[in-house]
Structure formats: structure tokens, C-alpha cells
């Protein structure tokens, strides 16, 4: 089972950018898939997760409205398009995958390497 992120980067206030994240080993489409990030010197934060056909999403109050979380099964990947980049977006940016199917529990047993997004105020 891997994951592997990419798409970070360092931007401006105000910037855009899209991560994605390749899955494999898994059937892909089974699973609730998510986006969790971690700033230097703080703790891990869900951002975002989304069903296993992306009809339903659910966002972080912090992001809502800025980011968006959606997913090609086809090409069983994952993506977090960032709009409105603001510098507390800064943090490693992760995709996660719950243990079982069909199911959000955020119980995530595997992890990506994580992409690093950097906003400078």
C-alpha cells in the first residue's frame, strides 16, 4: 500500500495551488480518503476527507470555503485544490486512508511521505 504526495509548494498570500496524491496497492475506490496537515511544533489537524465516489465531503472549519477536496477513481487518486492561501495554511500536507472500507471512523492507518506547503506573511 503507498501514497505519495505531491504539488507543494512555497506561494504568496492569496495564491492557489492543487495537491494530489497517488494511490496504490488498495482498491482505491472502497475507501473514505482524507487530508491532514501538520505546522512545525504543533500536532496533526484534519483538513478535509471525502467518501469513496467524492459525493460527500466534509471540511475543517478552518478551510472551509477555501479548499477543496476531490478524487479520481479512475486514476485512484486523491486532490486538495487550496485556494486563498493564507500563512497558517503552512504545514506538511498528508493523505490518509481510513482502516476499513466503506468507512470514516478516522481511524487512518496509512500515510503518505506528506508535501510541504509554505505560505510566508
Known amino acids: 500500500i503507498q501514497l505519495v504526495e505531491s504539488g507543494g509548494g512555497m506561494l504568496q498570500p492569496g495564491g492557489s495551488l492543487k495537491l494530489s496524491c497517488a494511490a496504490s496497492?488498495?482498491?482505491?475506490?472502497?475507501?473514505?480518503m482524507t487530508w491532514v496537515r501538520q505546522a512545525p511544533g504543533k500536532g496533526p489537524e484534519w483538513v478535509s476527507t471525502?467518501?469513496?465516489?467524492?459525493?460527500?465531503?466534509y471540511y475543517a472549519d478552518s478551510v472551509k470555503g477555501r479548499f477543496t477536496i476531490s478524487r479520481d477513481n479512475a486514476k485512484n487518486t486523491l486532490y486538495l485544490q487550496m485556494d486563498d492561501l493564507k500563512p497558517e495554511d503552512t504545514a506538511r500536507y498528508y493523505c490518509?486512508?481510513?482502516?476499513?472500507?466503506?468507512?470514516?471512523?478516522?481511524?487512518?492507518?496509512?500515510w503518505g511521505e506528506g508535501t510541504q506547503v509554505t505560505v510566508p506573511s
Open positions: 490518509a486512508r481510513e482502516h476499513s472500507p466503506f468507512s470514516y471512523l478516522s481511524d487512518y492507518v496509512y
Open positions: 471525502t467518501n469513496t465516489y467524492g459525493g460527500s465531503t
Open positions: 496497492g488498495f482498491t482505491f475506490s472502497n475507501y473514505y
